[in-house]
């Protein structure tokens, strides 16, 4: 037994999503037939006002703004010349709420699992490269790779640095380290390892 | 720093679904921002198509009919005086797909933590009990409480024979036992009871 016709395009375009299966699929589509008209309408119409939302043109991160860039990018009391790469939206997100970044970003997008670049991964570095050349006379002060730091992405990291090559006086990652709040009793070798290197 | 404006109303209604939390809700928003407008009015196009499914007024499961009752509830060649009642809609397709029940069914919802039936599950119970006065003389051939085999739904179970009491000649449960494929060795003590008292 298949889902009602009118739920099935749904089912299908939900369990693409990423983190969505297709039995969620089949739950959730259940679950806004019975949510009623009113709730579809309201999804929909929420659906529709990403209408609105626009990509940076020079960090790929969303904006909402008259002209191509987001806000961080069209503002002129950053850092322009120290430029965090990051991996997801999120990322950015979380290091703004630090309050102690003041740079731009570079947003590169899901990496797959093989953890090889992707064709629009080099072009967004590629356009970082064009835009180092021009607005930074070829040479930034800082790229900070903020990438989680794991096996796969030590290579991710890697191979970064080698499109990037030249065009920093210095290329750093995130510290690794203890979290706050964590126990020395329970954290990795890996961890304890960047903690001692980066004591201070 | 928040998700844009034009996000706010989406992770909001995403991260209210079941089994989203509002970071998946966040990331989720961002890929639709991501998939760009194509791809967001299919998705809207796909909600939009729900308007056509409704709910059936006898065992409240999905259809598209242009009368009152889905498929199974309207078709003559099957046993309505056989019910079993199901918690959520995908239990329903699972029943079906196996082909050998030729019943009807009453789709309760979801319960709750504290397995109390909500009023709107009685109000289906108590449905069903004047449709079994009307349509099988007072008394059903069979009830089948088929919920999930545990001690939450034990209860539940028990709620809904006290509501349903003296209104089908038997009423059953799904028999517990070992999966098929499954192995005697790994199976826990409630299941093989089970499997020993279902024996034949």
Redesign the interface.
């Known amino acids: ?1 298949k ?5 099935r ?2 089912v ?2 939900l369990s693409a ?4 299966g297709p ?2 699929a ?9 949510q009623g ?1 009113g709730f ?1 309408k ?12 626009k ?1 940076c043109s020079q960090c790929f991160y ?3 703004n008259a002209g191509k860039l987001c806000d961080i990018c069209a503002d002129a009391g950053r850092d322009h010349s120290t430029i965090a790469i990051v991996e ?3 990322d950015l ?1 979380s290091l ?2 630090t309050g102690k970044y003041r740079g731009r970003y570079l947003v590169l ?1 899901e990496f797959g699992r093989a953890g090889i670049l992707e064709p629009d991964q080099k072009l967004k570095l590629k356009s970082l490269k064009t835009w180092i050349a021009k607005a930074c006379q070829g040479s930034a002060r800082e790229i900070i790779i903020a990438l989680n730091p794991n096996t796969q992405n030590d290579f991710v990291a890697s191979q970064i640095g080698h499109e990037l090559k030249g065009l920093a006086a210095k290329t750093t990652r995130l510290g690794v380290g203890i979290p706050s709040g964590g126990e020395i009793e329970f954290a990795d070798e890996e961890t304890l390892g960047g903690a001692l290197k980066g004591r201070g």
């Open positions: 037994m889902v009602t016709k009118g739920a395009k749904l299908e375009i999503l990423p983190g969505i039995r969620q089949i739950r959730l589509s259940f679950h806004l037939i019975r008209q579809q309201e999804l929909g119409d929420a659906v529709r006002e990403l209408e609105a939302v990509i969303v904006h909402e997801k939206e999120t997100m703004e709420n997008g």
